[in-house]
């Protein structure tokens, strides 16, 4: 009766199933495995601990009790392969390119120590070949991209021919005396959009910035939406690995905000100064700089998240300096252009002058017995309250062309 007990609830207590115990349910090895999930023990500095592993875009991720995961390992040309150890069964090692000392595992039986093996293999063989398939797609996108220069310079070269073989006919000279004796054609209501036209730069600054990422915000201002941001993209740059970074120049100018390309001096995107709605540096890492965008129907708005070598807060002061600069100019070509519509000389701010002098206490007026002196007594009192000194001061100096400062922001932001 022992013996048969024994026989019976050996497969519950042994982690291995015998093939030939007729109670034992044995199962081969998947070595076809793409993904695989289970609790390893992973050897540390002085002991060994229990985790739970998956693998997930070609990388080995760790989840610790309470934490979020993180990536543990990265599997492009990994190897892994069994290891004896004297007092420990089923473990297995895995030897990557981006770390020096291999990572030991023990798996609970044979067959998840084998299906691991097989898995990190397979994603291996295919990181490889999706890296070469990758590579060969880039040379053909570049090789289909030079093509498409050439053939749009070769545009642009017979089109110069043509334009300047009809700028080579004859023109008849009733033509040119009609053309002479015809005034210029301007436009006064466009000496706004003329004016900002002229590419002139009163501010610029220029910095190295790296990308970290972007996302959708829901709000186009606020320094929580800027720090949730900031949080996002560095966990999910952490979860799927993502170390690299692509390095730019950031422009700051009142033109806007371009990144440029270091080595070519491309631009790779830019920003309108009215399209930044907010910008904030992270007060624990000086280094983090996000800012908020609105696209151009403004019904939504993304935050972009870089890290600089400099102070962050830097370039926030310098986004503030242009963006002050910039309306302030705005709201000097609006009144130009105000007054040119209307017929007055530009508006010139007004000098400081001396400080006004209290007027004089006037005299009490004489009464008069004469017929028609009581109506002139009030017309020269209704005089003095309507044009006297003491309504003077109190009124405003104003003049025709000038426009309100916050009416001009509104435009200008909108």
């Given at each position: 009766m022992?013996?048969?007990?024994e026989?019976?609830?050996?497969?519950k207590y042994n982690?291995?199933?015998d093939?030939s115990?007729p109670?034992?349910?044995?199962?081969?090895p998947?070595?076809?495995?793409?993904?695989?999930?289970?609790?390893?023990?992973m050897?540390g500095k002085?002991?060994w601990?229990?985790?739970?592993?998956?693998?997930?875009?070609g990388?080995?991720?760790?989840?610790?009790?309470?934490?979020d995961?993180?990536?543990?390992?990265?599997?492009?040309?990994?190897?892994?392969?069994?290891?004896?150890v004297?007092?420990r069964?089923?473990?297995f090692q895995i030897?990557?390119k981006?770390?020096?000392?291999?990572?030991?595992?023990q798996?609970?039986?044979?067959r998840?120590?084998?299906?691991w093996?097989?898995t990190v293999h397979n994603?291996a063989t295919?990181?490889?070949e999706?890296t070469?398939s990758t590579?060969?797609?880039a040379?053909d996108?570049s090789?289909?991209?030079?093509?498409?220069?050439?053939?749009?310079r070769?545009k642009v070269?017979?089109?110069?021919d043509?334009?300047?073989?009809?700028a080579?006919?004859?023109?008849a000279?009733?033509t040119?005396k009609?053309?002479?004796?015809e005034p210029?054609r301007?436009?006064?209501?466009r000496?706004?959009?003329?004016?900002?036209?002229?590419?002139?730069?009163q501010?610029?600054?220029?910095?190295?910035?790296?990308f970290?990422?972007?996302?959708e915000v829901g709000k186009?201002?606020g320094?929580?939406?800027v720090?949730e941001t900031?949080r996002?993209v560095?966990h999910?740059?952490?979860?799927?690995?993502v170390?690299?970074m692509?390095?730019?120049?950031m422009v700051?100018?009142?033109?806007g905000?371009k990144?440029?390309?270091?080595?070519?001096?491309?631009v790779?995107?830019?920003f309108?100064?009215?399209d930044i709605?907010?910008?904030?540096?992270?007060?624990e890492?000086?280094?983090l700089l996000?800012?908020?965008?609105?696209?151009?129907?403004?019904?939504?708005?993304?935050?972009?998240?870089?890290?600089?070598?400099k102070?962050?807060?830097?370039i926030c002061?310098?986004?503030?300096?242009?963006?002050?600069?910039?309306?302030?100019?705005?709201?000097?070509h609006?009144?130009l252009a105000t007054?040119?519509?209307?017929g007055?000389p530009?508006?010139q701010p007004?000098?400081?002058?001396?400080?006004q002098?209290?007027?004089?206490?006037?005299?009490?007026?004489?009464?008069?017995?004469?017929?028609g002196?009581?109506k002139?007594?009030k017309?020269?009192k209704?005089?003095?309250?309507?044009?006297?000194?003491?309504?003077l001061?109190?009124?405003?100096a104003?003049r025709?062309?000038?426009?309100d400062?916050s009416?001009a922001?509104?435009s200008?932001?909108?």
């Amino acid at each position: 009766m022992k013996e048969k007990l024994e026989k019976e609830y050996a497969s519950k207590y042994n982690p291995d199933p015998d093939p030939s115990d007729p109670f034992a349910t044995f199962e081969p090895p998947n070595l076809k495995l793409k993904k695989k999930s289970s609790h390893l023990f992973m050897k540390g500095k002085q002991k060994w601990e229990r985790f739970y592993f998956f693998t997930t875009d070609g990388a080995l991720m760790l989840e610790r009790p309470e934490q979020d995961p993180e990536v543990a390992l990265k599997l492009d040309g990994a190897l892994a392969s069994l290891v004896d150890v004297d007092d420990r069964r089923y473990v297995f090692q895995i030897v990557s390119k981006t770390q020096t000392k291999p990572m030991y595992l023990q798996a609970e039986n044979q067959r998840s120590c084998e299906e691991w093996i097989a898995t990190v293999h397979n994603i291996a063989t295919d990181r490889q070949e999706l890296t070469v398939s990758t590579q060969m797609a880039a040379v053909d996108e570049s090789d289909r991209a030079v093509g498409a220069v050439k053939e749009e310079r070769m545009k642009v070269r017979n089109w110069i021919d043509e334009q300047m073989k009809k700028a080579a006919v004859e023109v008849a000279p009733e033509t040119k005396k009609r053309l002479a004796a015809e005034p210029e054609r301007v436009n006064p209501f466009r000496a706004e959009a003329a004016a900002a036209t002229k590419g002139e730069v009163q501010f610029s600054q220029a910095f190295t910035v790296r990308f970290l990422g972007s996302t959708e915000v829901g709000k186009s201002q606020g320094v929580g939406v800027v720090y949730e941001t900031m949080r996002r993209v560095l966990h999910a740059r952490a979860v799927h690995g993502v170390f690299k970074m692509v390095e730019s120049k950031m422009v700051i100018s009142t033109v806007g905000v371009k990144l440029f390309d270091p080595s070519t001096q491309e631009v790779r995107t830019n920003f309108r100064l009215k399209d930044i709605s907010f910008c904030a540096a992270h007060t624990e890492n000086p280094r983090l700089l996000g800012f908020i965008t609105k696209s151009a129907a403004g019904a939504k708005h993304a935050c972009h998240v870089f890290e600089t070598d400099k102070i962050a807060k830097e370039i926030c002061e310098s986004v503030s300096c242009a963006m002050q600069i910039a309306f302030e100019d705005f709201v000097h070509h609006r009144q130009l252009a105000t007054a040119s519509r209307v017929g007055l000389p530009p508006v010139q701010p007004l000098p400081p002058g001396p400080p006004q002098q209290p007027l004089p206490p006037s005299e009490p007026q004489q009464s008069r017995t004469k017929k028609g002196g009581s109506k002139k007594s009030k017309s020269s009192k209704k005089g003095k309250g309507a044009c006297g000194g003491d309504s003077l001061q109190q009124q405003p100096a104003t003049r025709r062309g000038q426009i309100d400062a916050s009416a001009a922001q509104n435009s200008w932001s909108g």
